[in-house]
């Protein structure tokens, strides 16, 4: 049980210095681009759906390991084991839209629920950081 909560614990430590990396980079450029004001936020939109992805990929990477190691548990329903499926089944999780297609068995499920919250957490932390961006460089014509 100490190596799945280490495991876990090391996952989501990685996406959350990933995302608070593309946030603080972001909040550097921002002031240095010469865009225009409302185009800083497109951009911002775009390179935060992609720290999302990259993200969602570590998990996905996490849920294969773990899937074709013994002892770690196994997925059950429309799941062939594949790296997409585990793409797929991390994209659901994330978002917490758990479409249950797919479902963890084992110590797997640990790992879901974890990226559930953790997806919950850095979308919400996103959601801030372009409102408070918005506010600062959104120009009323």
Same mark, same amino acid.
């Given at each position: 049980?100490?190596?799945?909560?280490?495991?876990?614990?090391?996952?989501?430590?990685?996406?959350?210095?990933?995302?608070?990396?593309?946030?603080?980079?972001?909040?550097?450029?921002?002031?240095?681009?010469?865009?225009?004001?409302?185009?800083?936020?497109?951009?911002?939109?775009?390179?935060?759906?992609?720290?999302?992805?990259?993200?969602?990929?570590?998990?996905?990477?996490?849920?294969?390991?773990?899937?074709?190691?013994?002892?770690? =548990?196994?997925?059950?329903?429309?799941?062939?084991?594949?790296?997409?499926?585990?793409?797929?089944?991390?994209?659901?999780?994330?978002?917490?839209?758990?479409?249950?297609?797919?479902?963890?068995? =084992?110590?797997?499920?640990?790992?879901?629920?974890?990226?559930?919250?953790?997806?919950?957490?850095?979308?919400?932390?996103?959601?801030?950081?372009?409102?408070?961006?918005?506010?600062?460089?959104?120009?009323?014509?």
């Amino acid at each position: 049980m100490l190596t799945v909560f280490a495991v876990n614990i090391m996952v989501i430590a990685t996406v959350v210095i990933i995302h608070y990396e593309f946030m603080f980079r972001f909040t550097l450029l921002m002031p240095k681009l010469t865009v225009r004001h409302r185009f800083r936020i497109v951009l911002g939109v775009f390179g935060a759906l992609c720290a999302h992805a990259i993200e969602i990929w570590i998990f996905a990477l996490s849920f294969l390991w773990m899937h074709h190691a013994d002892g770690w =548990g196994e997925f059950d329903g429309n799941f062939e084991g594949s790296l997409m499926d585990c793409v797929y089944f991390s994209f659901s999780t994330y978002t917490t839209l758990g479409f249950g297609d797919v479902v963890p068995h =084992g110590e797997l499920r640990y790992l879901a629920g974890l990226e559930a919250l953790t997806g919950l957490v850095l979308i919400t932390w996103t959601a801030s950081f372009l409102y408070l961006e918005m506010t600062r460089y959104w120009v009323r014509d």
